[in-house]
């Protein structure tokens, strides 16, 4: 490690702490030629995943992007921040074990929609109508009947337990 003042390379590390959030590590250190002191921080370096979009360009993935696309269709709703920064991070962690160097923007797309569905049908459907762009009504009234197919199974079989039991 270059000293940031006199450019000497021979230093000693005086003391080594974990970060806070514990992705980094943040050492003191003194050089060993002017006996000045600076700090250096070690992280690990993630290999950068790159999105191909759907016109065919490719883009560096953000996270920031992604947590903004999530908040969007949260707007509104019961979901805290943590909630949606976990499902931010669920779904960074999933397309990092998943894919090496890149990744379509449509199967991040189709990740979403599945955490946004199993945490709120409202904020699922808003993401999905900007996501699969409807043309028309009844492509985003298809999209509500799919949704709302589950929901009338178990109001008929609670209804049929209802009926079983009078």
Same mark, same amino acid.
């Given at each position: 490690m270059r000293c940031p003042y006199c450019g000497h390379t021979e230093n000693k590390v005086i003391d080594s702490r974990e970060s806070k959030e514990g992705d980094s590590i943040r050492r003191r250190? =003194?050089? @060993?030629?002017?006996? /000045? *002191?600076?700090?250096?921080? =070690?992280?690990?370096?993630?290999?950068? &995943?790159?999105?191909?979009?759907?016109?065919?360009? *490719?883009?560096?993935?953000? *996270?920031? /992007? @992604?947590?903004?696309?999530?908040? /969007?269709?949260?707007?509104?709703?019961?979901?805290?921040?943590?909630?949606?920064?976990?499902?931010?991070?669920?779904? &960074?962690?999933? @397309?990092?074990? /998943?894919?090496?160097?890149e990744v379509s923007s449509t199967d991040i797309g189709e990740m979403v929609m599945e955490r946004l569905k199993m945490i709120d049908k409202v904020a699922y459907v808003r993401f999905a109508s900007v996501y699969r762009q409807f043309k028309e009504i009844d492509e985003f009234m298809s999209e509500l009947q799919t949704l709302l197919k589950p929901l009338s199974r178990k109001s008929k079989t609670n209804t049929d337990k209802e009926l079983q039991g009078k």
């Open positions: 250190r =003194e050089c @060993l030629n002017c006996q /000045k *002191r600076f700090t250096t921080y =070690e992280t690990v370096v993630e290999i950068e &995943l790159i999105v191909i979009k759907k016109n065919g360009t *490719r883009e560096s993935f953000s *996270r920031e /992007k @992604l947590l903004t696309c999530i908040q /969007k269709a949260c707007v509104k709703r019961p979901i805290s921040i943590e909630t949606i920064e976990h499902e931010a991070n669920e779904v &960074l962690c999933s @397309l990092m074990s /998943k894919y090496e160097r």
